[in-house]
């Protein structure tokens, strides 16, 4: 199957149904003008740029041009998740929890699919290392970016109830442990739900990418069950990573709740 | 026979009171009143290492940090003046079956054992309130720190109260220390008054 090459005027019919949308809402007092058409123009020059990046690094083989493509990703993943959230913690925590618990996931599962499972020589050959690590760590962002504001905001509302359950004896884990579950539940829904959905309502992205780009259906589909795999893995570790690393930090040494280690709500 | 000290501050404080030295025997009741703000509840707090203070905090010759935050606070409890109940049931808080001496507390509070079964929300904060009372005794606490625990109940329900403290206090020899308005209360359940003005605990004659 030959791949359809998009030219210049393909890509200016697709921007003239932006302008309509962008028309629209100027005539409607939307006052999202001015946002879609800036974000029409961001869309356009960050993939071009990446597009440009990824196509010198895929001709790299040097490890340290990837590595670092990766850690760029990492620290702003860690960003968006501090971000995120409405109480975020103070001090390097603010940063460290989000960044902590991607870090480790993400790398772990990355790794471990790039070595034994796709198993290209060498194992980081760019074309598969950029992308699927970008799409693990995109997703890990999600999960703990949900989890850690679910965790924080929830103790602050509970603050009383987990006082009282202190005094009663329980200890700083017992105390915050349904506040815990329900926090890692809420940074899992959103894999959870690809995952039932997957095919049924969407094609999940990757995989039309795929198609679109030639790939016959049934080689698309295994790669789509390998990303969605992996991001739930990673997800998963770092939903438990982050829950507990926060957890433990809005207690002091002797497991009394240290609301104050939190920023005033946003 | 000597008679031991329960609970013993050494120059104790915590926010902006000033240091505290106060031994309370057992079996004793000491009572705490002060303006609102003026300090009770956190110094009560602080007692059952809820949180942080200065100074030293004693129980039964023990000081504060030798032992685990959640065995200091199941032996010095501390009861809130707001009852806070996070599961569905009445039951889910406790510790089931009842055990004989629980059972009886649940009894004379005129509740009973179906109370177990009651969900939450159905209960009148006095209910409430009067359910907290009895769960603060189930860990069988030596010190208890009492923050208005009367506070949403109407005379007759208070002086029930009264009286189960009192009683557990009797079968326990536990020390008290009871924060409290209500002068005629004071007068009923304390042999010591203290009180806080300008941030400095003094003991007022009763």
């Given at each position: 199957?030959?791949?359809?090459?998009?030219?210049?005027?393909?890509?200016?019919?697709?921007?003239?149904?932006?302008?309509?949308?962008?028309?629209?809402?100027?005539?409607?007092?939307?006052?999202?003008?001015?946002?879609?058409?800036?974000?029409?123009?961001?869309?356009?020059?960050?993939?071009?740029?990446?597009?440009?990046?990824?196509?010198?690094?895929?001709?790299?083989?040097?490890?340290?041009?990837?590595?670092?493509?990766?850690?760029?990703?990492?620290?702003?993943?860690?960003?968006?998740?501090?971000?995120?959230?409405?109480?975020?913690?103070?001090?390097?925590?603010?940063?460290?929890?989000?960044?902590?618990?991607?870090?480790?996931?993400?790398?772990?599962?990355?790794?471990?699919?790039?070595?034994?499972?796709?198993?290209?020589?060498?194992?980081?050959?760019?074309?598969?290392?950029?992308?699927?690590?970008?799409?693990?760590?995109?997703?890990?962002?999600?999960?703990?970016?949900?989890?850690?504001?679910?965790?924080?905001?929830?103790?602050?509302?509970?603050?009383?109830?987990?006082?009282?359950?202190?005094?009663?004896?329980?200890?700083?884990?017992?105390?915050?442990?349904?506040?815990?579950?329900?926090?890692?539940?809420?940074?899992?829904?959103?894999?959870?739900?690809?995952?039932?959905?997957?095919?049924?309502?969407?094609?999940?992205?990757?995989?039309?990418?795929?198609?679109?780009?030639?790939?016959?259906?049934?080689?698309?589909?295994?790669?789509?069950?390998?990303?969605?795999?992996?991001?739930?893995?990673?997800?998963?570790?770092?939903?438990?990573?982050?829950?507990?690393?926060?957890?433990?930090?809005?207690?002091?040494?002797?497991?009394?709740?240290?609301?104050?280690?939190?920023?005033?709500?946003? | 026979?000597?008679?031991?000290?329960?609970?013993?501050?050494?120059?104790?404080?915590?926010?902006?009171?000033?240091?505290?030295?106060?031994?309370?025997?057992?079996?004793?009741?000491?009572?705490?009143?002060?303006?609102?703000?003026?300090?009770?509840?956190?110094?009560?707090?602080?007692?059952?290492?809820?949180?942080?203070?200065?100074?030293?905090?004693?129980?039964?010759?023990?000081?504060?940090?030798?032992?685990?935050?959640?065995?200091?606070?199941?032996?010095?409890?501390?009861?809130?003046?707001?009852?806070?109940?996070?599961?569905?049931?009445?039951?889910?808080?406790?510790?089931?079956?009842?055990?004989?001496?629980?059972?009886?507390?649940?009894?004379?509070?005129?509740?009973?054992?179906?109370?177990?079964?009651?969900?939450?929300?159905?209960?009148?904060?006095?209910?409430?309130?009067?359910?907290?009372?009895?769960?603060?005794?189930?860990?069988?606490?030596?010190?208890?720190?009492?923050?208005?625990?009367?506070?949403?109940?109407?005379?007759?329900?208070?002086?029930?109260?009264?009286?189960?403290?009192?009683?557990?206090?009797?079968?326990?020899?536990?020390?008290?220390?009871?924060?409290a308005h209500n002068q005629q209360q004071i007068q009923r359940v304390a042999q010591r008054q203290f009180e806080i003005r300008q941030s400095e605990l003094i003991e007022?004659?009763?």
């Open positions: 199957m030959n791949v359809v090459s998009l030219s210049v005027v393909d890509l200016s019919l697709a921007a003239a149904l932006v302008l309509l949308i962008a028309l629209l809402s100027y005539f409607m007092q939307l006052k999202m003008t001015q946002t879609i058409l800036v974000a029409a123009i961001r869309t356009v020059v960050q993939l071009l740029l990446v597009g440009l990046i990824l196509k010198w690094l895929f001709a790299q083989e040097d490890f340290i041009w990837i590595g670092l493509m990766w850690l760029v990703m990492l620290l702003v993943a860690g960003r968006e998740i501090m971000a995120r959230q409405t109480r975020r913690f103070k001090g390097v925590w603010g940063y460290g929890v989000g960044t902590i618990s991607v870090f480790v996931s993400s790398f772990a599962v990355g790794v471990f699919v790039l070595t034994l499972v796709v198993d290209n020589t060498p194992w980081y050959t760019p074309q598969y290392a950029i992308p699927l690590m970008g799409m693990i760590i995109g997703n890990t962002m999600t999960a703990a970016a949900l989890s850690l504001e679910s965790l924080t905001k929830t103790t602050w509302q509970q603050r009383m109830v987990i006082e009282a359950r202190l005094a009663l004896g329980q200890t700083w884990r017992q105390s915050i442990s349904d506040i815990a579950r329900q926090s890692i539940r809420i940074g899992l829904f959103p894999i959870v739900n690809a995952m039932a959905a997957a095919g049924l309502v969407t094609l999940p992205g990757m995989m039309s990418g795929q198609i679109l780009g030639g790939t016959p259906p049934a080689e698309a589909v295994k790669y789509q069950i390998l990303i969605m795999f992996m991001i739930t893995a990673a997800s998963g570790f770092a939903t438990l990573i982050a829950v507990w690393l926060g957890a433990r930090h809005l207690f002091d040494e002797r497991q009394r709740l240290s609301t104050q280690r939190l920023h005033a709500e946003r | 026979m000597t008679v031991q000290t329960q609970l013993k501050l050494v120059d104790f404080s915590c926010h902006n009171l000033k240091p505290i030295n106060l031994q309370v025997k057992p079996g004793e009741t000491v009572s705490i009143s002060g303006k609102s703000g003026a300090g009770k509840s956190l110094l009560l707090r602080a007692i059952a290492d809820l949180i942080p203070h200065q100074g030293q905090c004693f129980f039964n010759g023990q000081e504060m940090n030798m032992l685990e935050p959640h065995q200091w606070r199941r032996q010095v409890a501390y009861l809130a003046s707001e009852s806070l109940w996070w599961f569905d049931s009445i039951g889910e808080h406790f510790n089931l079956p009842l055990n004989k001496q629980m059972t009886a507390y649940l009894e004379s509070m005129g509740f009973s054992l179906d109370t177990l079964n009651w969900n939450v929300m159905r209960c009148s904060t006095g209910e409430r309130q009067r359910l907290g009372v009895i769960r603060v005794l189930a860990n069988e606490p030596h010190i208890l720190l009492l923050d208005e625990p009367t506070a949403n109940l109407d005379s007759g329900n208070s002086l029930q109260v009264e009286k189960l403290f009192l009683q557990y206090q009797k079968q326990t020899q536990c020390s008290i220390i009871w924060v007022v004659q009763a």
